[in-house]
């Protein structure tokens, strides 16, 4: 009954992140589930931090692009966010389809908040997911890629963290030499 759902999640290992290949003409860039787990530890530390929903966050942050795991990874360059959207909502129904009921409907409203922007979970995972970002590409700079061809992926994170602390660790990570 799990298997299937199980199989997608691992498949996330072989989804490469799109936005490096195509700003960096990287080869073998991190996989979304690279991507998925930096974001499980920035989001439980953070979480702790702030003395959130720790457990909701993480279950947020590892289905939020389960999706990508049938549909790919997608650049905001390739597809439109109502178009991505539908892809993803109907990818994500097709991959919970065969949980238990009860695990469907949980899984079903987090991945609705993240989604909707609808709590304040969803809003820091939003963040956390745009801080990643910029922790790789800060890595992909120290391993010699263009500080130019990067600054798109800082800018991007810059614009949408809000939260005191996300703001403070993403100087840090600029900062970083």
Do not use: C
Not at 62 to 83: M, R, V, W, Y
């Amino acid at each position: 009954m799990i298997l299937d759902f199980l199989k997608n999640a691992a498949n996330l290992k072989n989804v490469s992140r799109q936005g490096w290949i195509d700003k960096l003409s990287m080869e073998n860039p991190e996989s979304v589930a690279d991507h998925s787990y930096s974001m499980a530890v920035m989001g439980m530390v953070v979480s702790d931090m702030n003395d959130n929903n720790s457990e909701k966050i993480l279950k947020m942050i590892l289905i939020h692009d389960l999706a990508e795991s049938q549909i790919g990874d997608f650049t905001p360059n390739q597809l439109n966010k109502e178009k991505k959207k539908e892809l993803e909502n109907d990818a994500f129904t097709k991959i919970i389809q065969d949980l238990p009921e009860n695990i469907k409907t949980k899984y079903s409203e987090i991945w609705r908040e993240y989604q909707e922007h609808i709590s304040p979970e969803s809003k820091l995972v939003h963040q956390i997911d745009k801080l990643e970002m910029a922790l790789q590409a800060k890595t992909y700079e120290k391993k010699g890629h263009s500080t130019e061809k990067l600054e798109s992926f800082f800018e991007s994170a810059k614009k949408d963290l809000d939260d005191e602390k996300l703001k403070e660790l993403f100087t840090q990570i600029i900062n970083d030499n």
